[in-house]
T-cell receptor
Framework: AQTVTQSQPEMSVQEAETVTLSCTYD???????LFWYKQPPSRQMILVIR??????QNATENRFSVNFQKAAKSFSLKISDSQLGDAAMYFC????????????FGQGTRLTINP | DSGVTQTPKHLITATGQRVTLRCSPR?????VYWYQQSLDQGLQFLIQ???????AKGNILERFSAQQFPDLHSELNLSSLELGDSALYFC????????????FGPGTRLTVT
C-alpha cells in the first residue's frame, strides 16, 4: 500500500518570503500522480498543483512550484512571495495511475504567514 | 467554488442514530469519491462510485454505506453512530476514471453527541 509522509506538522514564514513544505511517499508503482491540496480555515479542499510521475519537468503554478525527485520519492512544495492568504493546512496526496483512483493523503502541514 | 455541492453543511445527532449525507458532483462528472477527515485518522478514502457502480472501497466501516443514483448524485449513509464517527465528510468528483483531478465539495461536518 502507498503511504505519504509530511514530516513538518507546522511551518511559519514571513510575508513575501519563500517557504518549502516537504513530502515523501512510498510506492512500488512507476506511474502515478502527486498533488498538493490547500485547506484554509473554511475547510474547503483546494487543488494547488499536480505532478505526473512520468514528467521530469517540475510543475509550476504562479507562485507555487514543486521539486519532484522520483528516485528519492520526494515531492516538496515551494511557495514564493508568501501572502497572508496562503495561510492554511497543506496536504500532499498520491494517486495511482492505474487501478484505484483514490487519493492517499499525508498528515498535513499547517502554514502560518507572519505579517 | 468547485461546483460540487454537499448537504447539509452541519449535522448534530446522537449516538445510535442514522444520518444521510448528500453530494451532487460537478456537471458532467461521472465519478464520486467520499473521504472522511478526523483529528486522529486524518483524511481517509471511504468509497468511490463511477456512473452508478461501486468502483473502490477504502476504510469504510460496515455501518456505513453509499450509493450513486441515475442522476449521478450520491448519498453516504452512516448508521449506529458512535462518538468516533464525528468528522468532516467530503465528497469529490472527477469527470472520468482517467481524469486525475478530483474536485472537492465543501464538506459536511458531523457531530455525534
Amino acid at each position: 500500500a502507498q503511504t505519504v509522509t509530511q514530516s513538518q506538522p507546522e511551518m511559519s514564514v514571513q510575508e513575501a518570503e519563500t517557504v518549502t513544505l516537504s513530502c515523501t511517499y512510498d510506492t512500488s508503482e512507476s506511474d502515478y500522480y502527486l498533488f498538493w491540496y490547500k485547506q484554509p480555515p473554511s475547510r474547503q479542499m483546494i487543488l494547488v498543483i499536480r505532478q505526473e510521475a512520468y514528467k521530469q519537468q517540475n510543475a509550476t503554478e504562479n507562485r507555487f512550484s514543486v521539486n519532484f525527485q522520483k528516485a528519492a520519492k520526494s515531492f516538496s512544495l515551494k511557495i514564493s512571495d508568501s501572502q497572508l492568504g496562503d495561510a492554511a493546512m497543506y496536504f500532499c496526496a498520491y494517486r495511482s495511475a492505474q487501478g484505484a483512483q483514490k487519493l492517499v493523503f499525508g498528515q498535513g502541514t499547517r502554514l502560518t504567514i507572519n505579517p | 467554488d468547485s461546483g460540487v455541492t454537499q448537504t447539509p453543511k452541519h449535522l448534530i445527532t446522537a449516538t445510535g442514530q442514522r444520518v444521510t449525507l448528500r453530494c451532487s458532483p460537478r456537471s458532467g462528472d461521472l465519478s464520486v469519491y467520499w473521504y472522511q477527515q478526523s483529528l486522529d485518522q486524518g483524511l481517509q478514502f471511504l468509497i468511490q462510485y463511477y456512473n452508478g457502480e461501486e468502483r473502490a472501497k477504502g476504510n469504510i466501516l460496515e455501518r456505513f454505506s453509499a450509493q450513486q443514483f441515475p442522476d449521478l448524485h450520491s448519498e453516504l449513509n452512516l448508521s449506529s453512530l458512535e462518538l468516533g464517527d464525528s468528522a468532516l465528510y467530503f465528497c469529490a468528483s472527477s469527470v472520468s476514471l482517467i481524469a486525475y483531478e478530483q474536485y472537492f465539495g465543501p464538506g459536511t461536518r458531523l457531530t455525534v453527541t
